[in-house]
């Protein structure tokens, strides 16, 4: 129990378009979701928690106008990268609060994104 | 503020040897503490928590880990390791006080040799 998917898993995108990253919550609601990136042999950096029907709450440094995300049901969060440069290619990863009141969290399987 | 510490980028151990990463925190209140595995390309799984109760706590693939609050510590073993288990471990920190944000340890490689 407790999966979350993330699609795409890979995606590469020229500098100056924008891209969408799906997370879902397979067989569990999660009332809050968390996006991190992960930059090569670095631990996880959190972005922004989003909780389902509001805005999402950003961690300093993270610029809302270029990481939108939205989490408009219980099952899933996107984060799009507006205007992507080559410095957003990253490891990113999102994740849910577990089932039921669990503490931990669900970790989907991450999407590499490069832009070129 | 909540903060986590993994002292060891690397841990390498013969298989059927046992294994060790080490984990120390940070907390205003009560600490919430989790193991994650990840592998290549992967995002991370999780391998067991302490909460509340017994302080040795089992989790996934026979790993455990032990809290000690007076040492803020939380490492995690296994009492024989295997191959498989080479990949990179993250401890990870809930503060009671702060919400649900996790925060992440720096990782750990380990590299289990045959």
């Known amino acids: 129990g407790a999966v979350v998917s993330q699609h795409p898993s890979r ?52 610029e809302k106008d270029k990481f939108l ?47 070129t | 503020a909540q903060s986590v510490a993994q002292p060891e980028d690397q841990v390498n151990v013969a298989e059927g040897n046992p294994l060790t990463v080490k984990c120390t ?17 992967r995002g991370l799984q999780f391998l067991l928590k302490y909460i509340t109760g ?3 706590v089992k989790g996934s693939y026979g790993f455990e880990a032990e809290f000690n609050k007076s040492q803020t510590s939380f490492h995690l073993k296994k009492p024989s390791a295997l ?3 080479s990949a990179l471990y993250f401890c990870a920190v809930r ?14 490689r380990v590299l289990v040799k045959p």
């Open chain 1, 11 to 62: 995606v590469i995108c020229k500098s100056g378009t924008s891209v969408k990253i799906e997370c879902r919550s397979l067989d569990f609601q999660a009332t809050t979701m968390f996006w991190y990136r992960q930059f090569p042999k670095q631990s996880l950096m959190l972005m922004a928690t989003s909780n389902e029907g509001s805005k999402a709450t950003y961690e300093q440094g993270v």
């Open chain 2, 95 to 108: 503060d009671s006080y702060a919400g649900n944000k996790l925060t992440f340890g720096g990782g750990t």
């Open chain 2, 83 to 85: 191959v498989s288990d």
């Open chain 2, 25 to 41: 925190y940070s907390v205003s209140g009560n600490p919430y503490l989790f193991w994650y595995v990840q592998y290549p390309n």
């Open chain 1, 69 to 115: 995300i939205n989490h408009a049901s219980l099952t899933l969060s996107t984060l799009t990268v507006t205007s992507a440069h080559p410095e957003d290619s990253s490891f990113y990863i999102c994740s849910g609060n577990g089932p039921g009141g669990s503490y931990e969290q669900y970790f989907g399987p991450g999407t590499r994104l490069t832009v």
């Open chain 2, 54 to 56: 017994d302080n040795l």
